[in-house]
């Protein structure tokens, strides 16, 4: 390949994911690529792939089918076009991609993407390259630092990895197999990442891992640190206005993370608690580890540090062995919690895992009228919630311009986004929106003055979410 090379990158799946894109991306810049947003001038494809989504591997095959003909075709133009797959199903199935699929040149899994300038020397030198191992370095040790520009041209908001993999093994889930056992990076490691990051115009930070609060990295201290460790020294480096983390599970939940969300204004009072199911019954199948009760409870320690505190979960309906009670389990603690937004899929087997090999028992109809059912009660707590906004102010940090011109979009507390006719220069600075109206979840209004909203509300002047919710509810007659 002659300069400058060109490299377009499909991601798909989760936020971990598309951190790796990016890391991938900086990676590779070292070696004199850039990104293209077009498949038909790229010199490099990668596929970043989940392995979470339903039938994920067919899926990877069939667009590779798709990419052989673009690559044939550059062929005959005189041009070689390199093909890579990177991601979970790399990770699972590496050499049945290498068998099934001659237009792959390399295969490369989460652990081992910094080797990929190697990988593609190898690539051309002896036709593919696959390298799958959980190698025994720390891959961050090896990414070079993403550029100033690249920083600017992600946003005033970004994902930093400060855990990877998972020992809880869910009987679904496939990441224990695909990201291997739970490693934290060193606390001087990911402060040096935010400090860079806030360098560059990085407003928003969101700290990711598969289980991100079993968080145990090396502080500065020379003891383990805890994520609420971890929040409360990031909370001190200036120009970062926000924190969030996410994915959590809720047995990891300590007192140290309880005790950040109380004492840290930067910490926003959103947190993404996944529970999968309300019967006990079925989170011991699942080997969740705590059962609803237990979830219940962990909720209320974060809602008593934390009056204005809001909650989003995953959902799974008709796990092996659901019946119509355990259904109905499921509804009642979403009615107890009252989330702000949740997720929720129907059961579909992973290659792999221990529920795979368990008998389905929930028909496919059966199926879509409970997921039906859980989406509507949860779509009208969403909806009560955001309504709720409806008449007050909030602080909203501004991203980019929306597809509305002369609108600026940006993000509350909560992560809905809200829209206001303002000058760009707004990016990047929390402000406070009086709330006028909301047009599906997206929140309209107006700035108001500086003084009109604290930058988080303080919890003692909130009405309880319960609270918010219940009379959003009454005001819609639902
Ligand atoms: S805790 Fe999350 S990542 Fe870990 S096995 Fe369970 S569902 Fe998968």
Redesign the pocket.
């Known amino acids: 390949m002659s300069p400058p090379h060109k490299l377009h990158i499909k991601s798909y799946g989760c936020q971990m994911n598309v951190y790796d894109a990016q890391r991938m991306v900086d990676t590779l810049a070292g070696e004199g690529f850039v990104e293209t947003a077009s498949i038909d001038d790229a010199d490099l494809v990668i596929l970043n792939t989940c392995h979470i989504r339903e039938k994920a591997s067919e899926k990877v095959y069939s667009e590779l089918g798709r990419l052989r003909v673009i690559k044939d075709e550059a062929a005959r133009n005189g041009r070689t076009l390199y093909i890579a797959v990177a991601g979970c199903v790399a990770q699972a199935e590496g050499q049945e991609i290498i068998r099934r699929a001659p237009v792959v040149d390399v295969v490369v899994g989460p652990q081992s993407y910094h080797h990929l300038p190697q990988l593609l020397t190898q690539a051309k030198r002896h036709g593919r390259a696959l390298e799958t191992e959980f190698p025994v370095e720390d891959k961050f040790g090896f990414l070079p630092p993403p550029k100033p520009d690249a920083i600017r041209a992600r946003g005033i908001s970004s994902f930093v990895t400060v855990q990877e993999g ?5 009987t ?5 197999y695909t990201r291997g056992a739970e490693v934290s990076r060193p606390v001087a490691k990911i402060v040096d990442d935010v400090l860079r990051l806030a360098d560059h115009g990085v407003r928003e930070i969101t700290l990711i891992g ?2 991100v609060n079993a968080y145990h990295g090396e502080g500065s201290d020379g003891r383990v640190w805890s994520l609420g460790d971890l929040l409360r020294r990031l909370a001190d480096i200036p120009g970062i206005a926000r924190l969030r983390y996410s ?1 959590s ?1 809720p047995r990891d939940v300590d007192e140290t993370l309880i005790a950040a969300h109380r004492d840290l204004p930067a910490l926003m009072p959103f947190v993404h608690l ?1 529970v ?1 199911s309300g019967s006990d019954r079925i989170l011991a199948v699942m080997n ?1 580890k705590h059962t609803a009760d237990d979830y219940c409870r962990v909720i209320d320690r974060f809602r008593s540090a934390r009056q204005d505190i809001a909650f989003s979960s995953d959902f799974i309906v008709g796990f092996p062995g659901e019946t119509e009670e355990d259904f109905q389990a499921t509804l009642a603690l979403v009615m107890q919690i009252g989330y702000a937004g949740a997720y929720s899929f129907k059961y579909s087997p992973r290659p792999g895992t221990p529920a795979a090999d368990m008998q389905e028992t929930v028909s496919a109809a059966e199926m879509d009228e409970r997921l039906v059912r859980l989406q509507e009660l949860i779509d009208s707590q969403q909806s009560a919630f955001n309504q709720a906004a409806i008449g007050n102010t909030i602080d909203v940090l501004f991203e980019r311009a929306a597809r509305n011109p002369g609108q600026i979009v940006g993000r509350t507390a909560y992560l809905q986004p809200a829209h206001v006719t303002a000058s760009p220069d707004i990016i990047g600075q929390v402000l406070p929106v009086k709330i006028e109206s909301l047009e599906r979840y997206s929140l309209l209004g107006q700035l108001a003055p500086a003084s009109a909203a604290p930058a988080v509300p303080p919890a003692s002047s909130q009405m309880p979410l319960s609270q918010m919710i219940d009379s959003a509810q009454t005001r819609m007659g639902a």
Do not use: A
Not at 166 to 170: G, H, R, S, T, W
């Open positions: 998972c020992d809880k093994f869910c679904f889930c496939v990441v224990p598969q289980n994915t599970h996944p999968q969740r």
